[in-house]
């Protein structure tokens, strides 16, 4: 099962970031978006495609989502909201789920993470984590300390 536009299996990029919890395995991939871009202007923009997996024998629904995005400057930003992309996917033992979404920041870098509220089929709700991720464009200027 997959969201949007089939985006490609994630497993083929090196960087991932991954998370298990219940049974549920997170995988993230994100991307700096060059052509959605504007760095003279402050705007930078990144792809994350996410791929759910049901590793367990449940059957469960992704209900909700809530996101912690922080820019490189420290500002905060809070995103909570039903299902992902439009969808509350139900994925079934063995099942994935796919789709890639957007964030955009005012700095050349970031990081993002959260959870996901998901419901077993005996209506018990329980909380699978997103991995934090780093959100990285080529306009980063890198300090060594």
């Avoid at 969201?3 to 298990?20: F, K, S, V, W």
């Avoid at 005012?106 to 959870?115: C, D, L, N, R, V």
């Amino acid at each position: 099962m997959q969201g949007l536009d089939e985006p490609p299996d994630i497993r083929q990029n090196e960087t991932m970031y991954q998370a298990l919890t219940d049974q549920i395995e997170i995988t993230v991939q994100p991307e700096f978006q060059e052509d959605r871009s504007d760095p003279s202007a402050g705007r930078y923009f990144w792809a994350y495609t996410i791929e759910i997996a049901n590793r367990g024998s449940r059957t469960v629904q992704l209900v909700a989502r809530h996101w912690r995005i922080t820019d490189s400057n420290g500002k905060l930003n809070e995103v909570r909201g039903a299902g992902v992309v439009g969808e509350q996917p139900i994925l079934r033992e063995g099942e994935t789920f796919r789709y890639t979404s957007g964030c955009p920041l005012q700095t050349p870098s970031g990081f993002m993470g959260g959870a996901y509220r998901m419901v077993d089929e005996e209506g018990g709700s329980f909380e699978v984590e997103i991995p934090t991720f780093s959100l990285d464009s080529p306009y980063l200027k890198r300090v060594l300390n």
